[in-house]
């Protein structure tokens, strides 16, 4: 029986995955066989009882957070995108106020929108250059 681990700091500051290492050796000095496995290992953490998973446990949960990423990526790209196809536009809006001779005097509104063929291409190059 083995009973003393450690948590393996080093691989659990690169990966969030908790992993352990076995400070000691095993050997079968009886004539059965002995097998370890995550389903013939016990853990205890705090006195209580805790999961030991197995390998491909393991690789369905980096697989899961891989595909998050990647869905996540690609949504970014389709933002990037959506944003660079705006980024020529610019709205504007005021109002004046004119005072003249002889009393006259007019207010008004203005509003419009212009669009930067420059701004747009260099916004769309940055997106591309950022999805590749």
């Known amino acids: 029986m083995i009973s003393v681990l450690s948590r393996s700091t080093a691989k659990a500051s690169l990966n969030p995955l908790w992993s352990f290492v076995i400070l000691g050796s095993v050997f079968n000095r009886s004539d059965s066989e002995f097998h370890i496995s995550p389903q013939n290992i ?22 899961r957070k891989q595909t998050i990423q990647a869905v996540a990526a690609a949504l970014s790209g389709v933002a990037d995108g959506i944003n660079a196809a705006n980024a020529g536009y610019t709205y504007h809006r005021g109002s004046t106020s004119v005072y003249g001779n002889s009393g006259y005097s007019g207010y008004g509104t203005y509003s419009g929108t212009t669009y930067n063929a420059a701004q747009a291409n260099r916004a ?9």
Request: glycine share 4%; charged share 30%.
């Open 42 to 63: 016990k853990v205890l953490v705090d006195g209580k009882p805790t999961k030991v998973r197995t390998y491909e446990e393991l690789v369905a949960e980096v697989k």
């Open 124 to 132: 769309q190059a940055e997106a591309n250059y950022l999805v590749s």
